[in-house]
């Protein structure tokens, strides 16, 4: 009997839908990212294994061996950047507060965008109220009014 696999045509679509997708979800795009990170790196370990269930193992045992692999080269990697890494961590404190800042005015821009839409959430006075709930969280030295 003859394998069956998935021709060009299957791989043309799947690309289009995935980048339709993307295009379409621009603005959550935080969150499609992991899923589809996680789709990549199940078709990255589907090949192994199916060759160690080829070579006579148990599909969990092919499963377990190939898992326990790929999380040790993921520990290795992450000791090889661990230098790297480190020499960034004294910056944390000033990546969180761009952090922050950058979601405030995200949140400030989309707030004034549905205020200028909607009458409903001009109404409500949501950006005013948000502004000022992000001046309590502020230092006092960077309050301003």
């Known amino acids: 009997m003859k394998a069956r696999s998935s021709g060009p045509g299957a791989w043309v679509s799947i690309i289009g839908v995935t980048c339709l997708l993307l295009f379409a979800l621009d603005k959550i795009l935080f969150l499609v990212v992991p899923f589809l990170l996680a789709l990549i790196i199940y078709y990255f370990l589907y090949l ?37 890494i480190s020499t960034h961590m004294a910056d944390w404190p000033a990546s969180v507060e761009r952090y922050l800042h950058g979601g405030f005015s995200l949140l400030e821009h989309r707030l004034n965008g549905l205020e200028a839409r909607y009458s409903v959430f001009e109404h409500a006075h949501l950006s005013e109220k948000r502004y000022h709930q992000q001046l309590q969280c502020l230092p006092l030295h960077e309050r301003t009014v």
């Open 48 to 84: 192994p294994m199916q060759r160690l269930v080829l070579l006579g193992m148990s599909r969990t045992a092919a499963a377990s061996l190939v898992t326990l692999a790929f999380t040790l080269l993921l520990l290795l990697f992450g000791a090889l950047m661990l230098p790297r």
